[in-house]
């Protein structure tokens, strides 16, 4: 679907802070949008739930009023997350300056080839 990281954001919160909460993980993600960002009248959000098998859901939701409260769930969080919070990246370009940053200053391994293995 080539959803941009602040879409998927909410969900791998949730993933992060609760694992996988199966059908409810949709549920944490919308108070995390709710807690978090805040959601504005007229706003509209699409959330996507696959489960095991042929199971889907879409729920589309209109907001009619603004909504920025503190969910329970959510108090310990100081604000939005970022990337740079999750446990693995979502975007490409986060990937790669991660990848960059861990090679940052170190030296490749030496690559092990049959000559090499034969000799030591």
Not at 18 to 33: Q, V
Not at 65 to 75: Q, S
Request: charge should be positive; aromatic fraction near 6%.
């Amino acid at each position: 679907m080539r959803l941009p990281a602040s879409a998927m954001l909410p969900s791998f919160a949730a993933l992060r802070d609760y694992g996988n909460t199966s059908a409810s993980t949709t549920w944490y993600s919308f108070s995390y949008l709710e807690s978090c960002v805040g959601v504005k009248p007229g706003q509209k959000i699409m959330q996507i739930g696959c489960g095991g098998g042929m199971k889907v859901a879409i729920a589309i939701w209109h907001c009619l009023r603004d909504v920025r409260e503190n969910h329970k769930a959510w108090r310990h969080l100081s604000g939005p997350l970022t990337e740079a919070d999750l446990p693995r990246s979502i975007s490409e370009s986060a990937k790669l300056a991660a990848a960059l940053k861990a090679g940052a200053g170190h030296e490749k391994p030496p690559v092990a080839t049959a000559a090499t293995a034969a000799a030591a």
